[in-house]
């Protein structure tokens, strides 16, 4: 039990109590497995860190939050000591809670707004949120006897019979969107179905975000509690394939969500491409992560490996994939950035961790051609040199080319992670849904509503590849509209 | 969920087999130019099969395999009854199917099953379907009767002349397109070297040639672009683009060259299980 006062009167911020780090797996130790590096906090660890919250009267951290939770109130049941307490605020807002304590961008998100970051000399810094949501869920869910149900693990509740099997909703696509969307109307008792194309639910949590990162137990043990609240997930069932939109209209679905992601990656256009050892970053990532090609041949996923292997980007894919490579065994490997490190859009702590692990940072250039043997397997990239220009529309210096500074890079494997574009299979599939010029879907800001009625989309679909906690947060707004439809006044 | 196999015939034994699949879903939507993507088991990984044939009253999807490694190895294992853990279709885009006359379907290998799916919808659509179909021996053809049904000619070539003309498919081929100038249309389905060959024999006549390329797939769905091939000098994903293209613009080296990405790991994953089948510690 803490001793803190529960009175929400702010206080001036106490003498300087640096933030409480997470022990972490040895980065030599590591890379030699494929098991999460972050440990957690203990109990004691996340005690000292909830005291550091000084419980503002008007907090900024939940301003920075897409999903607004009550950050402030869950700390403060912590700082109670009540635990079950905190679990239930996080639950509140979040269905994903042990997801996003540890994917979140959390230094441009809840922690880049928390007050105490304004002046870290003197406070030491942010309170470690995005650990303290983490070790909540977490250790909630540890703490369950083993009888309890996976509905309790979910809600704190026992109750998982559906009470309104009459109301159907549909969610096509089975990534973080789409789960919060089946969790949060699950609860309210209507029927979710989920259809998800591949063989596991989860989306990018199981496809792109590396075990090391994200076990893929925490994403199970979630959809499970959201199976026992009555949710149904069908897998192998690809929208605008095996099912239609109208087709589930007409079947009585009263609400369809799509949440089907851009998955569809860019690649870049210079020669040489498609030479043997050029991979996508989803390839990559789905052989090892979906297709758990690191127990190869255990699992019968291969992948390629090579001792020197470049990652072409700056983004958290980039990262994944490089530390994968790594744990992988290869000897050199090189983030290959067209700016500089400061502008690179990866979460702070896997840039720091990809550095610790011995991943190479080579900025400032990007590919001109990727050079094949005779057998057309690649052996180096031709770079060229950039240096920064003024900043562009997103507020970042553009990369200029600096005319005839090229270098050359041997590399047997080249991962390219420069982003994703929209899937168009279901969206070819379904007359009558709104487009916008990138090719994504029109969607009503407030209410996740497509031009078709009855039809939502959120996630990386509407916005382009975002967050996963920005997924949520556009599938908690729909579900929120589609249970204001289904039960009015009760929802 | 899972699939189960409701019949189970060795075409060729221990090289060959037909599955037909409880797929309802799968049926109601598969067109001919189709395919699947299956898993043997929670380890498995997701391997590419098109549909050799399927019945949307019936509920079921019919697939043929050439036994080549470890994946197909152990789905040869599977038996009636048994299910399929992971089947998930239908994929790619159905092939373009209107009536235009004459339309010559060439078939090599296990190709012929997938080519067989084909010539029905063409037969369908009212057009004057040829067969063309190859093996090594007559023992070794496929769905020549089957053929039969619906083509008013089917032309076999073996290697050994045991029964049709003796040589290759493509030497039927071009025979076939020399005396007959109306063809509008040749389809090819088989190992990249035949449909390599077709395209070849088709390009002087100016003959349209559709190709189904059998690329690399994971997700199958657009996802991730291990299916890549260059086609009239563009990267297309032959999952969602395809699989079928003008054979005129595929780039088979390519093809031929990234087929081969994985040799290594698919030969030790096949040592591996054949190991374990020997001793008895696998299926």
């Known amino acids: 039990m803490s001793a803190k006062p529960t009175d929400t009167t702010p206080k001036k911020p106490a003498k300087r109590v640096p933030r409480t780090e997470m022990p972490t797996q040895p980065p030599m130790v590591r890379i030699q497995n494929y098991l999460e590096v972050a440990l957690g906090y203990t109990d004691a660890e996340a005690k000292a860190e909830a005291a550091r919250c000084i419980q503002c009267k008007k907090p900024m951290c939940r301003k920075g939050c897409p999903v607004e939770i009550d950050i402030k109130g869950f700390i403060g049941q912590l700082q109670k000591g009540d635990l079950p307490g905190a679990y239930k ?29 304004k002046n870290p000399d003197k406070t030491g810094g942010p309170v470690c949120i995005g650990r303290l949501e983490r070790y909540v869920a977490d250790t909630f869910a540890a703490k369950l006897a083993a009888g309890d149900s996976a509905c309790l693990q979910i809600t704190g509740e026992a109750a998982c019979r559906m009470e309104r099997p009459e109301l159907k909703v549909a969610c096509i696509g089975g990534g973080p969107s789409s789960l919060t969307v089946a969790g949060y109307l699950a609860a309210l008792g209507i029927k979710v179905t989920v259809f998800e194309a591949l063989h596991e639910v989860g989306g990018v949590l199981v496809y792109g975000i590396p075990e090391f990162r994200l076990p893929k137990a925490i994403v199970r043990r979630e959809i499970d509690a959201m199976k026992a609240l009555g949710a149904e997930f069908k897998t192998n069932w690809v929208g605008g394939k095996a099912i239609l939109v109208q087709e589930l209209l007409d079947q009585g679905y009263k609400a369809v969500f799509l949440g089907v992601g851009a998955g569809l990656p860019q690649f870049m256009n210079v020669p040489g491409e498609n030479n043997i050892g050029v991979f996508s970053a989803n390839e990559y990532l789905t052989r090892v992560n979906l297709g758990r090609a690191y127990d190869f041949p255990n699992h019968d996923t291969p992948i390629f490996k090579a001792d020197n292997v470049a990652v072409i980007g700056g983004g958290n894919v980039a990262m994944d994939a490089a530390r994968t490579a790594l744990r992988l065994g290869a000897k050199n490997v090189y983030i290959v950035y067209r700016r500089t490190k400061d502008e690179m859009p990866a979460r702070l702590e896997e840039l720091e961790h990809a550095i610790e692990e011995g991943v190479q940072l080579m900025c400032l250039c990007g590919p001109l051609e990727f050079v094949g043997d005779e057998n057309k397997r690649l052996k180096s990239i031709r770079l060229q040199k950039m240096c ?26 080249a991962i390219i992670a420069v982003g994703t574009r929209p899937n168009p299979i279901l969206l070819e599939a379904t007359p009558g849904l709104k487009l916008n010029k990138r090719g994504y879907i029109e969607a009503d800001p407030e209410t996740g509503e497509t031009s078709i009625h009855g039809v939502f989309a959120g996630g990386d679909i509407v916005t382009g590849a975002a967050t996963v906690i920005s997924a949520m947060g556009a599938g908690r707004r729909a579900a929120k509209e589609i249970a204001r439809r289904l039960l009015g006044d009760e929802a | ?24 879903h799968v049926a109601s939507k598969a067109k001919p130019g189709n395919f699947i993507i299956l898993r043997t088991s929670e380890k498995g990984e997701r391997i590419p099969l098109t549909i050799a044939d399927c019945d949307a009253e019936a509920g079921t999807v019919t697939i043929v395999f050439l036994v080549v490694g470890k994946s197909t190895a152990e789905l040869n294992t ?34 012929v099953a997938a080519m067989h799916h084909i010539a029905k919808g063409h037969a369908a659509a009212g057009n004057h379907v040829v067969a063309v179909i190859g093996a090594r021996n007559k023992d070794l053809l496929l769905f020549c009767n089957e053929l039969g049904n619906f083509c008013p000619e089917v032309l076999v070539a073996t290697d050994d002349g045991s029964f049709g003309h003796k040589g290759f498919v493509t030497e039927v081929l071009k025979k076939r397109l020399e005396e007959d100038k109306d063809v509008s249309e040749v389809v090819a389905i088989g190992p990249v070297p035949m449909m390599e060959a077709v395209a070849k024999v088709t390009k002087p006549f100016g003959v349209k040639t559709t190709v189904s390329l059998n690329s690399i797939m994971v997700d199958g769905i657009g996802m991730c672009g291990a299916c890549r091939c260059t086609v009239g000098g563009e990267t297309k994903f032959a999952c969602v683009d395809g699989p079928e293209f003008d054979g005129h613009q595929v780039d088979f080296g390519e093809l031929r060259q990234r087929l081969g990405q994985f040799r290594p790991e698919e030969q030790e994953s096949m040592k591996l299980f054949q190991h374990k089948c020997q001793c008895g510690e696998g299926k």
């Open chain 1, 388 to 413: 920064l220009g003024e900043p562009d529309a997103s507020g970042r210096c553009r990369p200029l080319p600096i005319e005839g500074a090229t270098d050359e890079l041997e590399v047997g494997l």
């Open chain 2, 1 to 24: 969920m899972s699939y189960r196999i409701l019949q189970k015939k060795i075409l060729i034994p221990g090289q060959t087999t037909l599955l037909v699949i409880d797929a309802p």
């Open chain 1, 89 to 117: 605020v996080l639950r509140d807002y979040n269905s994903l809670p042990a997801v996003c304590g540890r994917v979140c961008p959390q230094e441009t998100q809840c922690e880049g707004e928390c007050i105490l970051g």
């Open chain 2, 78 to 111: 599977f038996e009636e009854g048994m299910s399929i853990p992971d089947f998930c279709g239908p994929l790619g885009k159905p092939t373009h199917i209107d009536k235009q006359g004459t339309v010559i379907c060439v078939g090599g290998g296990t190709g």
